[in-house]
Every structure is written in C-alpha cells, then in structure tokens.
C-alpha cells in the first residue's frame, strides 16, 4: 500500500518556467490537499479538492492551479515560477472531514 | 478568524524527561478535531495523536498525551519518558469543522542524550 506518491522530490527551476507536480494516492480517499511549508511559518492550504472534479482555493492559491479528474490524482501546476514559490510542498489526503490527513513526502522546489 | 498558535519556537529536554508543548486557538466552531503532528529531519509528516472537541476525555497514545482545555481553546501535547527519537518539529493543528486542516508554526523539539 503506497499511500501518497508525490513527484518528484526535488526539482530547481528558472524565473518563469512551468512545471506540475504530482501527487496520487491508492486509499480511495476523497479529500487531498496541497500545502506549502516555507520557514517559521508552519504548512499553509493551497488548494484541495473535496471529490473528483471539485477544487477550491485556500489560504495561498496565487500562482498555482490545481485539477482532479480522477479520485487518485491531484496535481499542482505552477503556470510561471518566481522565487517566492520557492518552498517545500506536500500533498495529502484523507477519508472524511474527521479522519487524519496522510501526506506524501515532500518535494523541494527551488526556484533561482 | 481561525487559527492555531504554537508560542515555543523551540524547546529541549534530557531524555527520559517529560516535555509539554503548548497550542492555543481560536475558533467560533463547537465541533471540530485537533491534531499533533510530528516531523522528524526526514521531513515526513506523522500523525502523533488527535481528540475529537466534543469528547472531554484527553487523548492518550502510548506516552504521547493531550491536555485539552475546550473552553480555554488549548491543547498541549504532553511526551513521557522522551527518547531521542522524538527529536522532531511538532505542529499542532485543527480542521475547524471543515475540510481544511491549518497548522501552527511549529515547535522544534530537540532530546539530549
């Protein structure tokens, strides 16, 4: 049982540059979320999804978009990179509102 | 607005002490659930423990345990018998009642031999 798969775990970017990150997980969970973790700042929301084909904002969406087309995926697209999205991600997901959330391993994004 | 407060940037203890994390937060919500993460230097994200804000009774796993003071809005997580693998940033962190999870800033918890 794989739980959260999150791909890759590192990448270094350019000003500019678009990439997507990518996250899966094999529980049938219907809750994920994306979350940044920079410094003395904790994780904040991103964007999550509460079941396929619906997406909502968190606390930090700008510059970022999200999908879910299947149960398993969710990925997150930075559509034009800038230092300030320098930071770890994680994704995670869950069962219902009242279960613990499951995160993947991280990936560490540098933007230069 | 709804947020978790963690006050102790950092905290150390000599091993087999007992260590108490603080967390306080606000919220104008009656049903919610709380949560004690822990991430070690490998950067994994691990449940320690949650209690459901309708229960009194503190949660308990092993030597890890919860003070919850609902009408005081605190939540502190108390570790018996410290080993060094405990060495690790804790997040307190609450759903609120919604599908949303917010995180404190951390405590950074360092065992000494």
């Known amino acids: 049982n794989a739980g959260v798969t999150q791909t890759p775990k590192f990448q270094v970017l350019k000003t500019g540059q678009s990439m997507t990150l990518q996250c899966a997980q094999d529980?049938?969970?219907?809750?994920m979320s994306w979350y940044r973790q920079d410094p003395g700042m904790g994780l904040r929301l991103i964007h999550y999804?509460?079941?396929?084909?619906?997406?909502d904002q968190g606390e930090v969406p700008n510059g970022y978009n999200v999908s879910r087309s299947t149960t398993e995926d969710f990925p997150l697209r930075l559509l034009s990179a800038a230092p300030s999205q320098t930071s770890v991600y994680f994704c995670?997901?869950?069962?219902?509102?009242?279960?613990?959330?499951?995160f993947g391993d991280g990936t560490r994004l540098s933007i230069l | 607005a709804q947020t978790v407060t963690q006050s102790q940037p950092e905290m150390s203890v000599q091993e087999a002490e007992t260590v108490t994390l603080s967390c306080t937060y606000d919220t104008s919500e009656s049903n919610y659930y709380l949560f004690w993460y822990k991430q070690p230097p490998s950067r994994q994200m691990i449940l320690v423990i949650r209690q459901e804000a309708y229960k009194q009774q503190n949660a308990t796993e092993n030597r890890f345990s919860v003070n919850f003071q609902k009408a005081a809005k605190s939540f502190s997580l108390k570790i018996s018998d410290s080993q060094l693998g405990d060495t690790a940033m804790y997040f307190c962190?609450?759903?609120?009642?919604?599908?949303?999870?917010?995180f404190g800033t951390g405590t950074r918890l360092t065992i000494i031999p």
């Open positions: 529980m049938n969970h219907e809750y």
């Open positions: 962190a609450s759903n609120f009642g919604n599908e949303k999870l917010t």
């Open positions: 995670a997901s869950s069962y219902s509102l009242d279960s613990p959330q499951h």
């Open positions: 999804s509460v079941g396929a084909g619906i997406t």
